[in-house]
T-cell receptor
Framework: GAVVSQHPSRVICKSGTSVKIECRSL??????MFWYRQFPKQSLMLMAT?????????EQGVEKDKFLINHASLTLSTLTVTSAHPEDSSFYIC????????????FGPGTRLTVL | AQSVTQLDSHVSVSEGTPVLLRCNYS??????LFWYVQHPNKGLQLLLK??????LVKGINGFEAEFKKSETSFHLTKPSAHMSDAAEYFC????????????FGAGTRLFVKA
């Protein structure tokens, strides 16, 4: 199946700093990418949908100025957590939709963010 | 609107016995349905998917699921559990095309006893 990578896999940062997470589709072009957040022992919550070349669509309750999403190419989307605080600590997962795969999403391995 | 309900937050089985993880969905459209597995601190792996073809879907690692429109269900089964099956399982609903959101169920934690 198609492969999606995320970088970094783990990041620890100080409160107040910004952190960028990259999501790449390695062997297909992803016109749409999604960003999810997963708290411990909970399900995935969709944060935003990102389409290449246009602004991301954020879910209700997700601060767009806090979580900046850029989808500059068909293989790369980035999520920047700005001025991170301890409550932003979470597991962030991206996925990419392959237009040829009959609506299937391919998920990245996730990024564990810890804000001290 | 779409929604998905996983009926059990935890399921515990003995190794070698059958597994049943229950999922009900609601959709205004013909849904696409998926089951994913997540091992601790790992990403999601697709087990199987239903996209309006055969109602009985076979997936990886011996798992299968049956789409029952009359019951709005998509339960996941496996004839014989293995210790390595212990993980979190998510039932996921989406629409028939790429324009629909993907909605995750709350997850079911599967425990396998030796």
């Amino acid at each position: 199946g198609a492969v999606v990578s995320q970088h970094p896999s783990r990041v620890i940062c100080k409160s107040g700093t910004s952190v960028k997470i990259e999501c790449r589709s390695l062997d297909f072009q992803a016109t749409t990418m999604f960003w999810y957040r997963q708290f411990p022992k909970q399900s995935l919550m969709l944060m935003a949908t990102s389409n290449e070349g246009s602004k991301a669509t954020y879910e209700q309750g997700v601060e767009k100025d806090k979580f900046l999403i850029n989808h500059a190419s068909l293989t790369l989307s980035t999520l920047t957590v700005t001025s991170a605080h301890p409550e932003d600590s979470s597991f962030y997962i991206c996925s990419a939709r392959d237009g040829d795969s009959n609506n299937e999403q391919f998920f990245g391995p996730g990024t564990r963010l810890t804000v001290l | 609107a779409q929604s998905v309900t996983q009926l059990d937050s935890h399921v515990s089985v003995s190794e070698g016995t059958p597994v049943l993880l229950r999922c009900n969905y609601s959709s205004s459209y013909s849904p696409s349905l998926f089951w994913y597995v997540q091992h601790p601190n790992k990403g999601l792996q697709l087990l199987l998917k239903y996209t309006s073809a055969a109602t009985l879907v076979k997936g990886i690692n011996g798992f299968e699921a049956e789409f029952k429109k009359s019951e709005t269900s998509f339960h996941l089964t496996k004839p014989s559990a293995h210790m390595s099956d212990a993980a979190e399982y998510f039932c996921v609903v989406s629409g028939p095309t790429g324009g629909f959101k993907t909605i995750f169920g709350a997850g079911t934690r599967l425990f396998v006893k030796a």
